[in-house]
T-cell receptor, first 120, second 110 residues
Framework: GAVVSQHPSWVICKSGTSVKIECRSL??????MFWYRQFPKQSLMLMAT?????????EQGVEKDKFLINHASLTLSTLTVTSAHPEDSSFYIC????????????????FGQGTRLTVV | RKEVEQDPGPFNVPEGATVAFNCTYS??????FFWYRQDCRKEPKLLMS???SGNEDGRFTAQLNRASQYISLLIRDSKLSDSATYLC???????????FGTGTSLTVIP
């Protein structure tokens, strides 16, 4: 089955530093990947849609200069949290849809394992 | 207005009980519908897709009502292992976006 791998699974960083999170589709090519953020006891909130070879599409209220997204290849998207602050501490999850691939005619999404970011 | 609305619960039910969750969506252009399960501090995992005709997978039954724009999930004979958060997810073809409900917390009690 389709696998999406996310790395690192957890990270602790100092305030003001930048953190890069990688999301890879291991056995399929994903032209579109999605980045979500989830605060405790809240739902996943879509941050941005990452399009291979073009600029990401950000949801309203998400700062594109703070959350840099790069989708350089069909199997890799990265999210960089720049100048992280304690309020950026959250659970970040990427996903990729199988739409248009050989795996499924449906549009279900598969998720990476998530990255728990703690900024101190 | 949120794309997807879901009762957050919590639902605390005894083992063996039947429990139902509902979810409404606002965009009539929504095309695909899913229930995901999320365990604490883990990523969501697909529980089942929801089809117009309704579908069943063991103890789980999902239904879709396009006219009223709601989706339901029924769990029969609840097990302790069913304790989790259940997320209603809607896919909108434009931009291939996925929108999540807030999740409904279920705890099955021995």
């Amino acid at each position: 089955g389709a696998v999406v791998s996310q790395h690192p699974s957890w990270v602790i960083c100092k305030s003001g530093t930048s953190v890069k999170i990688e999301c890879r589709s291991l056995d399929f090519q994903a032209t579109t990947m999605f980045w979500y953020r989830q605060f405790p006891k809240q739902s996943l909130m879509l941050m941005a849609t990452s399009n291979e070879g073009s600029k990401a599409t950000y949801e309203q209220g998400v700062e594109k200069d703070k959350f840099l997204i790069n989708h350089a290849s069909l199997t890799l998207s990265t999210l960089t949290v720049t100048s992280a602050h304690p309020e950026d501490s959250s659970f970040y999850i990427c996903s990729a849809s199988l739409r248009g691939t050989r795996f499924s005619t449906n549009t279900e999404a598969f998720f990476g394992q998530g990255t728990r970011l703690t900024v101190v | 207005r949120k794309e997807v609305e879901q009762d957050p619960g919590p639902f605390n039910v005894p083992e063996g009980a039947t429990v139902a969750f509902n979810c409404t969506y606002s965009n009539s252009a929504s095309q695909s519908f899913f229930w995901y399960r999320q365990d604490c501090r883990k990523e969501p995992k697909l529980l089942m897709s929801v089809y117009s005709s309704g579908n069943e997978d063991g103890r789980f039954t999902a239904q879709l009502n396009r006219a009223s724009q709601y989706i339901s999930l029924l769990i029969r004979d609840s097990k302790l292992s069913d304790s989790a958060t259940y997320l209603c997810v809607v896919n909108i073809p434009t931009g291939n976006q996925f929108y999540f409900g807030t999740g409904t917390s279920l705890t099955v009690i021995p």
